[in-house]
């Protein structure tokens, strides 16, 4: 069975860091692009960041470089997102999310999310 | 950056009835665009990628279609359970990966 769990969100004060984690299981995690994927409250979906399958890469959108750094380890089937200097527009659920196949970046399976609240 | 952009903002139909969701892209992305249904506190779940292919475990009903510049979703006869948003995504040119903004499929 195929499963995402994310963890590691919770409320930061602007500024502040937090590190996201997302556990898979159920398929050979490290053979694929892995992403995280937000969305702010009452809004769309909006990509974050990606990684390759062995962390060779890595993708952020222009909002996030500099501040965030995605991470991997494939020994722990575990991805990872590192936020620092986070502003209130951070504010979201991040969902890690699955690459569907080598084919390109869509996504077949995303975890439940976990919420992100930037506010002092 | 690869805009695109979802009409109507909001579709009011009834069950039975069929649905008719666009997305248009600012630039040609060939083939290259899934579709999700996402329902309120649940993650998304892929419907449609490559224009036209359905998903794993996905009903018949649902139906992609589009090339270039502009896609279509259709779902014939709703179901009540297929009441959601749904959102075009493109995964030609990024990053970043892009988004539509969404359609809200509401029950009238």
């Known amino acids: 069975q195929l499963q995402l769990v994310e963890s590691g969100g919770g409320v930061v004060q602007p500024g502040g860091s937090l590190r996201l984690s997302c556990a898979a299981s159920g398929f050979t995690f490290s053979t694929y692009t892995m992403h995280w994927v937000r969305q702010a409250p009452g809004r769309g979906l909006e990509w974050v960041a990606g990684v390759w399958f062995d962390g060779g890469k890595t993708f952020y959108r222009d909002s996030v470089k500099g501040r965030f750094t995605i991470s991997r380890d494939n020994s722990k089937n575990t991805l990872f997102l590192q936020m620092n200097s986070l502003r209130p527009d951070d504010t979201a659920v991040y969902y890690c999310?699955?690459?569907?196949?080598?084919?390109?970046?869509?996504?077949?399976?995303w975890g439940q999310g976990t919420l992100v609240a930037v506010s002092s | 950056e690869v805009v695109l952009t979802q009409s109507p903002a909001t579709l009011s139909l009834s069950p039975g009835e069929r649905a008719t969701l666009s997305c248009k892209a600012s630039q040609s992305v060939d083939i290259y665009v899934a579709w999700y249904q996402q329902k309120p506190g649940q993650a998304p779940r892929l419907l449609i990628y490559d224009a036209s292919n359905r998903a794993t475990g996905i009903p018949a009903r649902f139906s992609g279609s589009g090339s270039g510049t502009d896609f279509t979703l259709t779902i014939t006869s709703l179901e009540p359970e297929d009441f959601a948003v749904y959102y075009c995504q493109q995964r030609k040119i990024w990053p970043p990966l892009t988004f539509g903004q969404g359609t809200r499929l509401e029950m009238k």
């Open positions: 999310a699955k690459r569907r196949s080598a084919a390109g970046e869509d996504f077949d399976f």
